[in-house]
């Protein structure tokens, strides 16, 4: 059964470093998420994305995050300088284009900021 | 905006025992409405869903939900619970009126004793 995968499964990082998330959505997919938990609170809703370019974001989605599809596969998550409150459990999220409410989560990367 | 809220935090019960998990959301349009689980180290999996049509879903693992309108309700049951169903549980919202978004509540945590 395909799977969404994500890279690393933990990331330790200094605060004010730049990080990178990764994520392989199931191949066939067209939509693309990213959601957050910090811990003890809730999954939050972060950006979706869609042919290339961001259909909607949140307010937690400032100019500090960004995200890119480089490639056919890979979908990436961008902490251009990491703060201590970005410490969060981080889940990529896919849907197919004829199911696009049916969203396939990753196993989440665990980020620490120190 | 959607909310969802989950009023148990923590549940725990014997095998055999019947479960039931609230979930009450706000908004005003049309929702759809999922229940994830979410096993001890492993990512977040649809359990069931309800888009439309009858209100009363069944999805895997034994378990069922029921949509009410009137009370903005979708609550999760299973007759008969095992100790592999020890899990955190999530009820999540999307509102097609305002993209693709999933809203969760704030979760589940289910311990059934062996």
């Known amino acids: 059964e395909p799977e969404v995968t994500q890279t690393p499964s933990h990331q330790v990082t200094q605060m004010g470093q730049e990080v990178i998330l990764r994520c392989v959505p199931i191949?066939?997919?067209?939509?693309f998420y990213w959601y957050r938990q910090i811990l003890g609170q809730k999954v939050e809703f972060l950006v979706s994305?869609?042919?290339?370019?961001?259909?909607?974001k949140s307010e937690i989605f400032d100019d500090q995050f960004s995200v890119e599809r480089p490639d056919g596969s890979n979908f990436t998550l961008k902490i251009r300088s990491t703060k201590l409150e970005d410490s969060a459990m981080y889940f990529c999220?896919?849907?197919?284009?004829?199911?696009?409410?049916?969203?396939?989560f990753g196993p989440g990367t665990r980020l620490t900021v120190l | 905006a959607q909310s969802v809220s989950q009023h148990n935090h923590h549940v725990i019960l014997s095998e055999a025992a019947s479960l039931e998990l609230g979930c009450n959301y706000s908004?005003?349009?049309?929702?759809?409405l999922f229940w994830y689980v979410q096993y001890p180290g492993q990512h977040l999996q649809l359990l069931l869903k309800y888009f439309s049509g009858d209100p009363l879903v069944k999805g895997i693992k034994g378990f069922e939900a029921e949509f009410i309108k009137s009370k903005f309700s979708f609550n999760l049951r299973k007759p008969s619970v095992q100790w592999s169903d020890t899990a955190e549980y999530f009820c999540a919202v999307n509102a097609p009126a305002a993209g693709n978004k999933l809203t969760f509540g704030g979760g589940t945590r289910v311990l059934v004793k062996p």
């Open positions: 994305f869609y042919n290339n370019e961001i259909s909607e």
């Open positions: 908004y005003g349009g049309t929702v759809n």
């Open positions: 999220a896919s849907s197919s284009l004829s199911s696009y409410n049916e969203q396939f």
């Open positions: 191949s066939n997919h067209l939509y």
